[in-house]
């Protein structure tokens, strides 16, 4: 590309990553023309298409528009689109969201709406700030770009889709050259296209497509995975049943839209510090379940995004780097997962013998010494670390106080229930048991576990890049059953929402269906059905809220899931052409049994990230950014990570901003 005086280049994408490909190309242009010199930078020009349905800047997930009550699940001192790292071309403009905020606080654009002031008025460092707001910080920063764009730079906007991206004719200089075709018919010329196109929507699978065909022949209603804020919430009657699958984020985004978004009310208790939940009378009765049964952990009130009194010590960067040092590829549950299951134990067991002495039955600097040395890493290679470390905690820990590491993300596995108000109240007080922890912060052992895990999940995610881990370990290990651990004991809510969710099943606005659940339709009757094998039909089976023997029954169904992020499934014309003309392939790994899997992303070469083509052949010009990177990178859904003042600066923080670099530098040729 560094060959050409005019360069044009095309971003897919205006989103977050898009804004960040963006803001890279401009930073980049600068910096190359203030290295060459203004008279030689000028006389070359940039131009820059950019493509998106959805406005750029929020694109389609940060609609400054949608309902305050969908909050981001990071604080407002975590997340940015610009980057802070001294090794990269300075920023032309732009902030943290943090430092937006503050700045937005003191001296308002003019351009805020009055909802937007008085958020801001209210949010600080730690709070949870609301995507609408995330949305407004990504456009202000868009515009401020804009307003300075280095010389030689154009950029236009197109909103609308990319429906193809070709090859074309070579340039004047043999250079590659594509066509990029909008929905409208109209064709974009580029040297080069950048794939940021984040979050898409996707095919349904063959239950759920089952599920769609069932509502369509019985007249029920059917709402498949989608971006909570693309959903209709009001096309839910009120009073009725509603059956809803998955308790995770988007499980919290529609029970506000159910409850709060309709006019209810949580108020303090009276005599008490548990919530009470004043219904409007419009709530439906939501019939919530989960292969665990319950939802994410909330998070622990922390003022960072790591808790501070965890520090990992054998599941390190650099512990980790010594495997490629040497030459190994290893395998995630047979040497990652060894690491990073003692930080887990340590963090445990030192936390609660400091703020739980009474748990400890000896002195509890002996019995730290004695899991120290149990966990030390020169019993990595032994296959019995574990009972070594059983042995210590029989001897020290009352039973009580044992941990069950797995366990803590199956807090109903093992136990039954009569009826399914047991089941409630089960879940009651997992809800209330879990905010006050989260409450206890730093002095809570079973967070703190969590924050161990947590601080590894950032180290892991610079380990298992780029082919860091067996294909094998990849497959089953870290995407077959790390993944959903972790996410349900790292990735929950805010505490608010776990005590907001307890007041609700008080007052009888939600029920569960239990662990395991089994999902179905009951054609006689023309219900949606779910069924959980660990819940009996018990006394209260029948009663109204759509309780039916040992079954929940609905005329309404919400899967509230995000759709897959998945590339052979996501409905998108611009991928299913790439693919099916062989410009971009899925990626493929060799399981344990030696048969190719097909993961979820792009086969890509580093580093910059350009797709393989079918033959195997690198797609010269096409670069790939964001969610699409998921079999090259794990965790390509977060939002790039703000440097922390009282934290530790993984090297994963800010790995997306670095590859948007890394892309503009290649692009530019500098």
Known sequence: MGTSQNIRTALIGAGPRGTSALERLLANWESARAGQGATQGTARTLHIDVVDPYPAGPGHVWQPGQSRLYLMNTQSFYPTVVPEDPELAKPLAGHTFDRWRELQRRHPDPSLAAEERAELSGLGSADFPSRALYGRYLRCTLEELLRRLPAGVTVDFHETTATSVRHSCAGQNGEVRFDVGLAGGAVLTADSVVLALGHLESRLNPEQRELQAAAEEFGLLYFPPAAPADVDWSRIPAVKPVLVRG??????????????????????????????????????????ASRRGTPYRAKATLSGYYPAAVSLRYCTEAALAKFAEAGIRPAFDHDLWPLLQRDALWAYYSTLARSQPGAILTDRAEFLRGLEAALHPHAHSTANWEGAVASVVDVHVRPAHRLDLLGLAAPLAGRSFGSRTELDAAVVDYLLDDARRSALAEDDPVKMTIGALHHGRAVLKTAVADGGITDASWVAGLRGWFESFVEGLASGPPALRAEQLAALVRAGVVRFVGPDPKFGVDRKAGTFTAASPWVGSGPDAGVEGGVAGDAVAAMAMVEALAPANRVTANESPLLEQLLAEGLVRPRLMMTAEGTPAQTSGLDVTPHPYRPLGASGSVTEGLYVLGLQLSAAQWGTAIAAEARQTNGPAYASGQRTLRDADEIARAIIGS
């Open 247 to 288: 308790m995770g984020l988007n499980f919290f985004d529609m029970m506000g839209q159910l409850t709060e978004g309709r006019g209810g009310t949580f108020l303090p208790g009276e005599g008490t510090a548990e919530l009470k939940y004043l219904p409007s009378g419009r709530e439906p009765l939501i019939i919530a």
